[in-house]
């Protein structure tokens, strides 16, 4: 049992150590103490199977893998075939987010010129070409942060990430819409004192920003 401690702890060491993190931040992924991740590393015991299932997946290898001695070219093997997907899924997710940014821009730009030509509508003749549509490319700047916004949250799980997005979500909104107001409309408003609404909101996702809640740390046997 005591060498099968010592073999498991290898494995997690190594994999770990591969992967470029220390005892902390796996620790934070994973949900369990850096004590008891150093207990197991270190061999002074053997992890529950439910504890091998959760290294298993998080260094995406079998059981029966950690619970074999292997050879430092085969983990290290492991790590960086880890790293390549994990490259490659970095890659697919910034390709979606600026096609989704590609797709705004496009109805964007086929708003814009169905104003001035619409097939189904015919404007009569002396009729000025409406004036004003270049607004449309202001509104698909909060429109684009917003869906990558949620993209960014799906993706990223990063509250620093989370909170820089919304802050220009809602700056951007504000400044559209104070925009279609003054310019756009026949009557223009000048409402750029609306801009103050921001401040608390900013506050709010500040806060929000530096918020911690408490993480429940899985209990170890």
């Avoid at 702890?9 to 993190?21: E, H, S, V």
Wanted: hydrophobic residues 50%; glycine residues 4%.
């Amino acid at each position: 049992m005591e060498n099968l401690s010592i073999i498991v702890g290898k494995n997690l060491a190594t994999l770990r150590k591969a992967k470029g993190i220390t005892q902390q931040e796996l620790a934070r992924e994973i949900n369990y103490s850096d004590k008891s991740i150093s207990k197991w590393e270190l061999g002074y015991a053997l992890p529950s199977v439910d504890v091998l299932q959760d290294f298993a997946t998080f260094y995406g290898v079998t059981i029966d893998y950690l619970v074999k001695e292997q050879t430092e070219e085969a983990l290290q093997s492991v790590a960086k075939q880890e790293k390549e997907d994990e490259r490659a899924k970095r890659v697919n997710q910034i390709i979606v987010i600026a096609m989704t940014v590609a797709f705004v821009f496009l109805v964007a730009i086929c708003v814009f010129f169905s104003g001035y030509y619409n097939p189904f509508k015919t404007r009569p003749a002396g009729t000025p070409a409406p004036q004003g549509l270049w607004v449309i490319f202001v509104w698909m700047v909060p429109v684009s942060i917003l869906l990558v916004f949620f993209e960014a949250w799906h993706y990223y799980h990063s509250r620093l990430l989370n909170v820089i997005m919304s802050s220009a979500f809602m700056w951007t909104l504000l400044i559209a819409f104070c925009i279609q107001f003054q310019y756009y409309n026949e009557e223009p408003e000048i409402i750029w004192y609306i801009l103050v609404v921001g401040i608390p909101v900013q506050v709010i996702l500040i806060l929000w920003g530096n918020f911690k809640p408490r993480k429940k740390i899985k209990q170890t046997k």
